[in-house]
């Protein structure tokens, strides 16, 4: 009974650790707001896909 019980609990943990891994992973991938490699990836983006924020953001670093 605990060898089943330790298998439940290793499986969780491993899922819960490939989700954080696979988080951590798709997060560290987006450029700095306001840096080059973020403008010229918002300049890429159709303007029709950009937020107030982004728009905001893009005009207050990339063109001023």
């Known amino acids: 009974m605990l060898n089943k019980k330790t298998g439940r609990l290793a499986a969780k943990l491993t899922v819960i650790f490939a989700a954080a891994a696979l988080i951590l992973g798709l997060s560290a991938c987006a450029p700095e707001v306001g840096s080059e490699a973020w403008c010229k990836q918002m300049k890429d983006k159709p303007s029709g896909d950009w937020t107030a924020n982004e728009a ?6 990339c063109v001023f």
């Open 56 to 61: 905001a953001d893009y005009a207050k670093h």
